[in-house]
């Protein structure tokens, strides 16, 4: 009789692969598996990186793996089917494998912080163009720590400042800095209360919350499992923009820089909120795959 529910099937029968004595081949669970991720809408890597996580070894090894054509067990195939599964669902990648690649460093994530984005690296990178030797810099809205642990990894002659306010990500971001970079002065308040006593500030810089109250991202992933703190400010998405420059002018010496992520489409408005506020001459930079993300003005 046939099965009529896929939750009799076998993990090698829901990988795509007929049932079998032998253990998968590991070339043949990942071809399975990308295929699947694949009609699920979802692109890139995740077989490969679900599959390493499963085996509890690197990507590299993984690979070496592959072209040898070893095989896994079923305890393996049954946790690789697991982790599958859960990604499918449409669950981040990085609250699956509980780290999350950004620059030169790995962070501890989980659901309550904000999953760090590639795009947001050019504001660190900017950032460290702007920060002078043995300067000081404050990460407004930390989340799990990306910014500022990179730029205190990168360089270590600065004095770096996180805040965040979110209760379950400065969990995140204190686990992270405690491990990463133990030398930032993590403060768990509201940024514009802690920027209030701030002053002399080489540098502000925040990838802040910047997505309209009305809009709907659109990454799934983003939708369900980013905190909602992280994601929306007023109207038109702008609200703690504004409030960074507003309480910036006082925290940031002059000759000093503020530097902000948004979206692509809101370069414009920011320029325009930071010379309102006092800023000077506000530049808009694109990411890699051309799209304006960063803006950065200087104090007088």
């Known amino acids: 009789m046939a099965r009529s529910s896929s939750s009799s099937l076998s993990s090698h029968e829901r ?20 295929a699947r991720l694949e009609y699920a809408g979802i692109a890139g890597p995740d077989a490969r990186l679900l599959l390493s996580h499963a085996l509890a070894c690197t990507p590299g090894r993984l690979r070496m793996l592959e072209a040898l054509g070893e095989t896994v067990s079923e305890e393996c195939a049954e946790r690789f089917e697991q982790l599958l599964t859960r990604r499918i669902a449409r669950e981040p990648l990085q609250h699956i494998t509980g780290t999350a690649a950004f620059r030169n ?7 309550g912080a904000f999953v760090p984005r590639p795009e947001t690296e050019l504001l660190v990178e900017l950032a460290l ?3 002078p030797e043995g300067g000081s810099v404050i990460d ?3 989340g799990s720590g990306a910014i500022a642990i990179s730029i ?3 360089r270590p002659d600065a004095s770096v400042a996180a805040i965040e306010a979110s209760p379950a990500a400065f969990v995140w971001a204190k686990r992270n800095v405690l491990r990463l970079a133990p030398g930032i002065r993590l403060v768990h308040d509201l940024f514009e209360r802690a920027l209030a006593t701030t002053s002399g500030l080489d540098v502000l810089v925040s990838n802040p919350p910047y997505v309209p109250h009305a809009a709907i991202p659109r990454d799934v992933e983003v939708f369900l499992h980013d905190p909602k703190q992280a994601l929306y400010s007023g109207p038109d998405g702008l609200d703690a923009i504004r409030s960074l420059a507003a309480v910036g002018t006082r925290a940031v010496r002059s000759g000093g820089s503020i530097l902000l992520e948004h979206a692509e489409h809101q370069g414009a408005a920011v320029r325009e909120i930071l010379l309102d506020a006092g800023w000077r001459g506000p530049v808009t930079s694109p990411d890699l795959t051309g799209r304006d993300r960063v803006t950065a003005a200087r104090r007088d």
């Open 152 to 154: 205190a990894t990168e």
């Open 105 to 111: 460093i790995e962070l501890e994530v989980g659901p």
């Open 140 to 142: 407004a809205g930390t």
């Open 129 to 131: 163009e702007c920060l």
């Open 15 to 34: 990988a795509g692969l007929s049932p079998q004595t032998t253990p998968p081949p590991v070339a043949q669970l990942v071809r399975a598996a990308a």
